[in-house]
């Protein structure tokens, strides 16, 4: 299977060709709607890892997993916040504790159905 990315980065259009071979068989569409899963998992990865160094972690035990669940608290605040990009909302409250505080006190807005 091949499929072609396009879109932009750090303001410069990027275009991608990406192959994937498997043994499944199943339609074109399911098999497109399983990179795309996959890939989605892969991109909150590439996010908590660039962005916040989890893979540098040494934290072992109950600590491992105290800190993934406040890096993922931080990241879904920033999201909640209106970030669109995580590097520019850690950068914009990392030194403003006012902000980090208002970020967590803020209520999700319902989404229309």
């Not at 993934?68 to 931080?74: G, P």
């Not at 209106?82 to 403003?96: T, W």
Request: glycine share 8%; with cysteine.
């Amino acid at each position: 299977m091949e499929v072609f990315a396009v879109g932009t980065r750090d303001g410069k259009p990027f275009q991608a060709t990406h192959l994937f071979i498997t043994s499944l068989r199943t339609t074109p569409e399911t098999l497109l709607q399983l990179v795309r899963d996959r890939w989605s998992i892969e991109g909150w990865h590439w996010i908590r890892d660039t962005q916040l160094h989890e893979d540098a972690q040494r934290y072992r035990g109950n600590g491992a997993g105290v800190m993934a669940t406040l890096r993922t608290a931080a990241l879904n605040l920033l999201r909640l916040a209106g970030f669109r990009s995580i590097r520019a909302g850690l950068q914009a409250v990392m030194h403003d504790i006012t902000a980090l505080l208002a970020m967590a006190k803020r209520q999700p807005q319902p989404t229309p159905c």
